[in-house]
């Protein structure tokens, strides 16, 4: 394809859009020239294809499809069929799946599917069984108490927020903290590594309905074997969420025990992360669970997304093809690169590296707060988020750490020698940075000191490693 075709494709669309509300169309561009310009080590964004791009931006936003593809509740749906099925086929063939829904609108709604199908598949709930014969209308005050109920008592055990679990996994903020009777298992606190038998003596204990894998901040592979047999052993379904690390699992960098696919009875994912797809989820089972997973719409979801889907579809055939593998195996191996160059430098890794696409700081090394890390980092360019360490004195607003990840500076180029000085970046701003005081002097989580001339000179140089690697180079938008 000529990079003319891409700059014509976006130039149009902005200038139709620029048409109707022109302040519209400058955000976008302007957002372009901001990604364009940032050292981007968020762990949990990457940069999708202009082919995913331009999929999403069609007549297909327009089409309700409730239902799954030949079985709609709504007529004239044989084109979104065409794409569903395109996309789940993609996946299935992707991920050695039997079954793929690919309706979820983001990560959070794929787990809520795959709850609603376990609980469905494993509780006897008559209330349950009426909410999903569409005969929601038909429940009475007495039912939805009964579904609370029988549903509320349910257990699920996932990884502690601290260690690196999501917020989905059973935790208050969220629902599925309020859908289940949760407990978590944290991580060894000498090694940061997650010790199975203390996961299996947890689920002995506990007797979860449901054990959850997966994270969105741990920095090591997970025997995912070894969690089939604890879930086994106490007839607990097994369920990964392998949103941040689909791309490996895509890219065969994780095999053997360390793919979810062959161990897990259900597996969900965003596509957005490291897969590169577009903002999106996806639930994948065997056949036990699939018609439970189907009815994801309309018992958790609205209506399907389907001009997301044909970008789903897009970003799936790109991530068959062989160089995906190799963009998988950069991913880690920048990472690792990062982790090095980070350790030479004196800066103290949890759990001492990575074998994924993350590398958690903790900055308490340096002195600082997780949140007067990030800042300063941002202050100087670079931008990262600031995340809990395990058993974390700072708690979750303010942390101890700052996780980096390489999935979007590997899809712009770069490589172990740009990890390395990117490295030397960070080092610098983290070791330059004193903590700040408040207006009485008191010791402040927040404020932070830096010279604001270090922060210049690391944002040029932060800049000028990313002028090799221009991010869309086949668009100008003029
Ligand atoms: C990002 C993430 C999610 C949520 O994804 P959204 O698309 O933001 O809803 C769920 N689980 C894990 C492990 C994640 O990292």
Redesign the pocket.
Known sequence: MSRNAESTAFRSALEVVRGVEPRVADAIAAELADQRESLKLIA?ENYASPATLLAMGNWFSDKYAEGTVGRRFYAGCQNVDTVEALAAEHARELFGASHAYVQPH????A?LVAFWAILADRVESPALRKAQARQVNDLTEADWFALRRELGDQRMLGMSLDAGG?L?HGFRPNISGKMFDQRSYGTDPATGLIDYDRVAEAAREFKPLILVA???AYPRKVNFRIMREIADSVGATFMV?M??FAGLVAGKVFTGDFDPVPHAHIVTT?TH?SLRGP?G?MVLCGPELADQVDRGCPMVLGGPLPHVMAAKAVALAEARRPDFADYAQRIVDNAQALADGLLRRGATLVTGGTDNHLVLIDVSGYGLTGRQAEQALLDSGIVTNRNSVPQDPNGAWYTSGIRIGTPALTTRGLGATEMDATAELIHTVLSQTTPGSGPDGAPSKAKYVLDPAVAESVGKQAADLLTPFPLYPAVDLG
């Open positions: 949990s983001s990560g959070i709604d787990n999501h989905t997966g994270y969105s969420d949103a941040h965003t992360k903002r989820g």
